[in-house]
C-alpha cells in the first residue's frame, strides 16, 4: 500500500477494516470470502495470524498460532490488539508497508 509509513497510517486502515465488519453476527463472518479459501471469518482470522507472526519476527520472539475462539464476533478486538502489539513492537516502514498491505488486501476479499 503506497504512502504506507507510519503506525498512524497502519492504524487507519486497521480501523477501516475494524468498521466495516465489527457490527457483523455469524451468518456474515460464515459466508465465502469474494476470493480466496474459506469464509470471511478465516480471512480475518488468516490476517490476525499474520500480523502476530510480524510482530514476533520484529520481537525476535518465536511465532505462535493465535487461537480461534468460538465467535468469529471477536476477531475485530483480535485484530486490534494484534496490530497494536505490532505497532509496539517497533517495525520498520517497510513492515508497516506489508502489513497494512495485507489489511487492505482483506478489506477487499471481504
Known sequence: ???V???DD???????LT???SHWQAPRWSAPAAAGDGTRGD???RLVQRLAD?????EGRVR???PRLDNDTSLPDQLRVVAADLVAAGPSPEVLVAAAGD???VRAVL
Open 1 to 3: 500500500m503506497a504512502g
Open 5 to 7: 509509513t507510519d503506525q
Open 10 to 16: 497502519l492504524g487507519r486502515v486497521v480501523d477501516l
Open 19 to 21: 468498521r466495516q465488519v
Open 43 to 45: 480471512a480475518v482470522h
Open 54 to 58: 510480524l510482530a514476533a519476527d520484529v
Open 64 to 66: 505462535q498460532e493465535v
Open 103 to 105: 489489511v487492505a488486501g
